[in-house]
């Protein structure tokens, strides 16, 4: 369903990888203070495209391992332990597709490192000459090759960050979303609950990314609940709502979070499935639409999510772009 960085070695210029690799005596040889051209902090290597300044980071060691003091532009200092594996965004980004399911592991690498977070809606963010450097590192060595070339040009973090974005909303016109959206039909006979959870959430990150206003979700609780409202059957709606004013003394559904409305709905159905004494369910598929999140009996779509122009779920990442 719905899914997923040649150093030229010389005594005074050597990669910070190469630096953390050798053993202590090398520095008693070379100065501390090291000249980095772009493209080489990280253990991916790739040729240097010269459009960057010459950075002087000075590297330390302590009881855990060398480091980086990285200033940022508020003055605070954060170490980066470049050899790290928490030193990199643990997402691979082969799909411009799965750039949501991106965004969450980028967004956990730069809290993690006390970085400044470029994909919060807040104008003329400000990065340190450092920072900057280790951020569009990042992201650039978790990139697949074929999306390299649409960043090639950006100078900067952000700069590349927006570019990332730009394609994304390329990919997911209004017209691909609301076919998306319409897509999708849940009965109280949804045997894939988690793929459902799945799927609704990656909707609810590729509307958030895709807004012309903002960087990050701003869209409000309504719209989104809205469009996920009119994916539930009528025999399912109702229960929905029950269990909603149930628990939290809502009187509309519109007034809580798309991914608790996301919940109830998941919860509803495990209700109704312990309520008739159901467990260990098999998937099972539709026979008009291969979907697991309706019965057959309530399927209105038939061969219309067989068209050759939709935009099919199979090939994207079973992650979803889900944040808690």
């Not at 040889?29 to 990280?42: E, G, N, Q, S």
Request: aromatic letters at 12%; hydrophobic letters at 35%.
């Amino acid at each position: 369903m719905l899914y997923r960085l040649l150093c030229y070695k010389r005594r005074s210029e050597l990669s910070l990888t190469d630096l953390s690799n050798r053993s202590t005596c090398l520095f008693n040889v070379y100065p501390l203070t090291l000249k980095l051209r772009a493209f080489t902090i990280l253990t991916i290597s790739c040729k240097p495209t010269g459009i960057f300044p010459i950075l002087e980071v000075t590297t330390k060691k302590d009881e855990f391992d060398y480091y980086y003091e990285i200033k940022r532009k508020n003055q605070d200092i954060t170490k980066f332990y470049c050899d790290l594996n928490t030193a990199k965004i643990d997402f691979n980004l082969y799909k411009i597709e799965d750039l949501h399911i991106w965004i969450k592991y980028f967004k956990q690498f730069l809290k993690r490192w006390k970085f400044t977070d470029i994909t919060l809606p807040i104008q003329d963010i400000e990065l340190s000459i450092e920072e900057d450097y280790i951020i569009k590192e990042a992201i650039y060595t978790s990139i697949d090759n074929h999306l390299k070339k649409f960043v090639d040009n950006e100078k900067t973090a952000i700069g590349i960050y927006d570019m990332l974005k730009t394609r994304y909303k390329y990919t997911y016109t209004p017209s691909v979303k609301n076919h998306m959206w319409k897509s999708i039909l849940i009965d109280a006979f949804c045997s894939d609950i988690n793929s459902l959870d799945n799927d609704l959430n990656s909707l609810v990150a590729i509307e958030n990314y895709t807004l012309d206003n903002g960087k990050s979700p701003t869209v409000d609780n309504e719209f989104i609940n809205r469009k996920i409202k009119k994916c539930l059957h009528n025999s399912l709606d109702g229960p929905v709502e029950l269990l909603i004013n149930a628990d939290s003394l809502t009187v509309k559904n519109i007034d809580i979070s798309p991914i608790k409305y996301i919940e109830y709905i998941c919860n509803t159905i495990r209700c109704i499935r312990d309520r008739n004494d159901i467990y260990n369910i098999e998937i099972k598929l539709c026979n008009n639409c291969q979907s697991a999140f309706h019965s057959v009996r309530n399927c209105k779509f038939g061969s219309y999510l067989r068209q050759p122009e939709t935009r099919s779920y199979d090939n994207r990442s079973k992650e979803s772009g889900k944040t808690t």
